[in-house]
């Protein structure tokens, strides 16, 4: 069944949680968990383990920025006095596609539309990328660039180099 909370006033719901454990624990301040063991035959399907949408519609006179985030997550991991190994994710994304018929899966699928400038991913900060980079690349490249294949439309900098620039298809 589908559980309706409809607050008074402005309309947030608000959860909050406090880690009191004084040993290691696993646990999480929401965990949705969306399970689905229908067999499906002869229509589409489509699951969310969840499902955010965030609409704005008012005619704005203001002149001071207004600023909308679908998702806005933080994570911080700081004062460990230990030299142990410390992971901290913003974002961790993972999918697992079938093998049977035509499949993708996609760990992150991002757009950007109508905008005067528009970014499908915008990573402030240092990129490292592991198997394929598929589609036009524009940008600057500081370190080592390294292709498996012959790149091409290369403008400026070099492939394999320490500075460049790549444009282009690669």
Do not use: C, M, R
């Given at each position: 069944?589908?559980?309706?909370?409809?607050?008074?006033?402005?309309?947030n719901?608000?959860i909050t949680?406090?880690?009191?454990?004084?040993?290691?624990?696993?646990?999480?301040?929401l965990?949705v968990?969306k399970?689905?063991?229908?067999v499906v035959?002869?229509?589409?399907?489509?699951l969310?383990?969840i499902?955010n949408v965030?609409?704005?519609?008012?005619?704005?006179?203001s002149?001071d920025?207004?600023?909308?985030?679908?998702?806005?997550?933080?994570a911080?991991?700081?004062?460990?006095?230990?030299?142990?190994?410390?992971?901290?994710?913003?974002?961790?994304?993972?999918?697992?596609?079938?093998?049977?018929g035509?499949?993708?899966?996609?760990?992150?699928?991002?757009?950007?539309t109508?905008?005067?400038?528009?970014?499908?991913?915008?990573f402030?900060?240092?990129?490292?990328?592991?198997?394929?980079?598929t589609g036009?690349?524009?940008g600057n490249?500081?370190g080592n660039?390294?292709?498996?294949?012959t790149?091409?439309?290369?403008?400026?900098g070099?492939?394999?180099?320490t500075?460049?620039?790549?444009?282009?298809?690669?």
């Amino acid at each position: 069944e589908d559980l309706t909370i409809a607050p008074n006033g402005i309309g947030n719901l608000k959860i909050t949680t406090t880690d009191i454990a004084t040993t290691g624990a696993t646990n999480s301040g929401l965990q949705v968990t969306k399970t689905s063991s229908a067999v499906v035959t002869g229509t589409s399907q489509t699951l969310y383990g969840i499902k955010n949408v965030l609409t704005k519609t008012g005619a704005d006179t203001s002149v001071d920025t207004t600023t909308l985030y679908g998702i806005h997550s933080a994570a911080s991991n700081t004062g460990s006095t230990d030299a142990g190994t410390k992971n901290t994710y913003g974002v961790y994304a993972s999918a697992t596609g079938d093998t049977n018929g035509t499949t993708t899966a996609y760990g992150i699928y991002a757009t950007a539309t109508g905008a005067d400038t528009n970014y499908a991913g915008y990573f402030n900060g240092a990129v490292t990328a592991t198997g394929t980079i598929t589609g036009n690349l524009t940008g600057n490249v500081t370190g080592n660039a390294t292709t498996a294949t012959t790149a091409t439309n290369l403008s400026g900098g070099s492939v394999n180099g320490t500075t460049g620039t790549l444009s282009g298809a690669v």
